[in-house]
């Protein structure tokens, strides 16, 4: 250890409460961890969702090309974000982002003056929007959540592989060495009871 241990009862008693601080800890870390997997599979699957329809909506976008064309100049005054609205939701202990959906510039227009197909190509083209901001919210959770399970495993790894492992070492040193504190105090104490004994035999013989 990086630390000199003091080979003493109050050290030895000092490592057995840190042992039994970390392997109180340790369950509850594996557990965040567990749960850090659990939405990481399930934001993961929602990414997964939301992409295959971005493709589907742009497959349907890619047919409108022409459309998109004439409409362009007057699209985009209806495709400006207003707002992305967005809550904070809390996961096993960190702050996520939790998507709630777009709000757009919404300016007053013509029927009569825009196209018949203005109305599907506006709605597509919101909808291609709102999977998109969707899909940059999850994956930003994604990645919250990943650097969650990252730190829990490296935690984990601290304790198993050093800190308990330190303690333990640590605890048998002690042990070890007032075992032997006290097995030579028994042997000084003899020999002094036998040279007492031996001292009070000449005097009783004198």
Not at 89 to 99: C, T
């Given at each position: 250890m990086a630390e000199r241990i003091k080979l003493n009862k109050v050290s030895l008693r000092s490592q057995k409460q840190q042992l039994a601080v970390y392997q109180r800890f340790l369950p509850a870390l594996e557990a965040r961890k567990q749960q850090f997997l659990m939405h990481l599979a399930m934001v993961r699957k929602e990414i997964a969702a939301q992409?295959?329809?971005?493709?589907?909506?742009?497959?349907?976008?890619?047919?409108?090309?022409?459309?998109?064309?004439?409409?362009?100049?007057?699209?985009?005054?209806?495709?400006?974000i207003r707002?992305?609205?967005?809550?904070?939701?809390?996961?096993?202990?960190?702050?996520?982002?939790?998507?709630?959906g777009v709000e757009f510039s919404d300016p007053p227009y013509s029927y009569f003056a825009t196209p018949l197909s203005f109305e599907e190509v506006l709605g597509r083209s919101r909808d291609a929007i709102e999977c998109r901001e969707a899909i940059r919210m999850l994956k930003e959770g994604e990645r919250v959540l990943f650097e969650g399970y990252r730190k829990t495993s490296q935690r984990i790894n601290l304790y198993e592989q050093r800190l308990i492992p330190d303690c333990r070492e640590a605890i048998r040193k002690i042990a070890v060495y007032l075992q032997d504190q006290q097995a030579a105090a028994v042997g000084v104490a003899k020999v002094a009871k036998r040279m007492t004994e031996a001292a009070e035999l000449q005097d009783a013989a004198g």
């Open positions: 992409e295959a329809r971005m493709e589907e909506l742009l497959g349907e976008i890619r047919a409108w090309s022409s459309l998109y064309g004439d409409m362009g100049p007057l699209l985009r005054y209806f495709i400006e707002e992305v609205k967005s809550s904070v939701r809390n996961v096993a202990g960190l702050k996520m982002p939790h998507f709630l």
